[in-house]
């Protein structure tokens, strides 16, 4: 088992920035790749940024790219998301995410097989 705890989330301007961050504890030694959705109300929860646990490969959809990027210090079993320029539309509940085996589909949720219980970030404009 791997437990996740997302922390970090608030209310922000337009314009501003936060940083999340999503603590791994368990089998973390099985894990795949990392992984941030979210979830906005009356939408689907979508594919945010996903990290190999090891390696230093990251993807982004395309509505984050050049304003959100993806880390993690595995020495503290973390995953951050920095999120810049964030806008009205960015506001939703933030999920992390972890996948124990690899895949081609890291923008699914159904390839992930841990999940946080979210943190709420709200945009205001």
Do not use: H
């Amino acid at each position: 088992q791997v437990q996740l705890v997302e922390s970090g989330g608030g209310l922000v301007q337009a314009g501003g920035s936060l940083r999340l961050s999503c603590a791994a504890s368990g089998r973390t030694f099985s894990v795949y790749v990392m992984g941030w959705f979210r979830q906005a109300p009356g939408k689907e929860r979508e594919f945010v940024a996903a990290i190999r646990w090891s390696g230093s490969s990251t993807y982004y959809a395309d509505s984050v790219k050049g304003r959100f990027t993806i880390s993690r210090d595995n020495a503290k079993n973390t995953v951050y998301l920095q999120m810049n320029t964030l806008k009205p539309e960015d506001t939703a509940v933030y999920y992390c995410a972890a996948d124990r085996f690899p895949t081609n589909s890291l923008t699914t949720t159904g390839s992930y097989d841990y999940w946080g219980q979210g943190t709420q970030v709200t945009v205001s404009s």
